[in-house]
């Protein structure tokens, strides 16, 4: 098993060197951008209780609840918009509404998700190929 440096840090083990390959890579890749996606993730999260629904989900994201009133004047569409409302073990459920609201509060942390997700590809992808340039005996497939 070979032994690495990798800037200050000496005598690194292969698992060590790749670790601080990937974060630098991270620290390359993140921006503002990634915190915006983790801001849609976490606004996304089906954490606000409502009251007297019995038919529709008991639970609301922060995302519709705040963009419900800023979209009033949009509410209602002539076409229905798809829109991801369960993604699980048995499957992704869709529905479709015309209220616009719903469909942004709806779709921002699914594609926050996509960009995050993204990204933590581009990052082993990016950390895989530099540790390989590097490595001599320890390459990774």
């Known amino acids: 098993m070979s032994r690495y440096t990798y800037h200050r840090h000496r005598d690194l083990t292969p698992a060590e060197f790749f670790l601080f390959i990937a974060i630098d890579e991270t620290k390359k890749q993140l921006g503002i951008n990634d915190l915006l996606a983790a801001s849609g993730v976490l606004l996304g999260q089906n954490d606000v209780l409502i009251a007297g629904t019995s038919s529709a989900t008991r639970r609301r994201t ?21 829109m991801i409302t369960r993604i ?24 926050s998700t996509v960009m995050l997700s993204a990204d933590a590809i581009m990052i082993m992808l990016h950390s895989m190929r530099r540790y390989n340039d590097v490595a001599s005996e320890d390459r990774l497939p």
Do not use: E, H, S
């Not at 992704?92 to 209220?99: G, K, V």
């Open 88 to 111: 699980g073990v048995r499957g992704m459920r869709i529905a479709f509404t015309r209220n616009l609201g719903a469909f942004v509060g709806r779709t921002i942390p699914v594609a």
């Open 62 to 82: 922060q995302a519709w609840r705040r963009l419900r009133p800023a979209l009033r004047c949009l509410m209602d569409l002539r076409i229905r918009l798809p």
